[in-house]
């Protein structure tokens, strides 16, 4: 059965701007203002929430890796009450994946966003339904690159690994797809633009109307 496994942060969603805005109410309340430019940090947005946290604490003096460590929770809990604040599908993707699943396809996401933030973000979207799993970063005890979480959707799904391809945006999801022996699809609509050519995905996709025809030499 063929199986396509969607990345969700900047693959499926541009959720950049939520994201930033969570870190900003960290740097806020540390009475730093907001350390972090929604546009021009928006790809720092993609690799989490530490990784936020550390970019805008190399902006200023005194803050190390354990104020990393306490802002974290403060992150989450921020992001999940303002999460679909000014999150966007990217365009296509309600098309493209009602016309997978009416192909006879399963679908379903892996991501590297926590489980429940994931769950709460697809529903508050209203597509939570479209997909047959929902794998996040705490569902195992390993989070992508590691190829366990990847190997566990297609599982839940009852796919085939072998008939199956990852839909990313970033060098985690090449990993991933390397780890786990399956072709990736790198978008190119995400912050790093065709920049991700770089990476050499076994293939890109430039918009959601063009899967199809993307996929067909990878999966069948």
Do not use: W
Request: net charge negative; charged share 20%.
């Amino acid at each position: 059965m063929r199986t396509v496994i969607f990345d969700l942060d900047g693959t499926l969603a541009d959720t950049s701007a939520d994201l930033i805005g969570s870190a900003n109410s960290c740097f806020r309340g540390l009475g730093l203002g907001n350390l972090l430019d929604p546009l021009a940090d928006a790809a720092t947005a993609f690799a989490g929430g530490k990784a936020m946290l550390r970019l805008g604490f190399s902006r200023v003096s005194g803050f190390d890796e354990a104020e990393v460590a306490r802002q974290y929770p403060v992150l989450l809990a921020a992001y999940e009450a303002d999460i679909d604040t000014h999150t966007t599908l990217y365009p296509g993707v309600i098309d493209a994946v009602d016309r997978l699943r009416v192909a006879g396809t399963v679908v379903g996401i892996c991501t590297n966003k926590p489980e429940g933030l994931a769950e709460t973000l697809m529903t508050r979207l209203g597509v939570r339904d479209m997909f047959g799993a929902l794998v996040g970063a705490d569902t195992l005890p390993t989070r992508k690159p590691d190829p366990a979480p990847y190997f566990e959707t297609v599982a839940r799904l009852g796919g085939a690994v072998g008939r199956s391809v990852l839909i990313g945006d970033t060098v985690t999801d090449r990993k991933t797809a390397a780890a786990a022996g399956v072709p990736s699809v790198l978008v190119t609509f995400g912050p790093s633009g065709r920049g991700v050519e770089a990476l050499k995905p076994e293939a890109l996709l430039d918009h959601y109307d063009d899967l199809d025809v993307v996929l067909v030499p990878l999966i069948g």
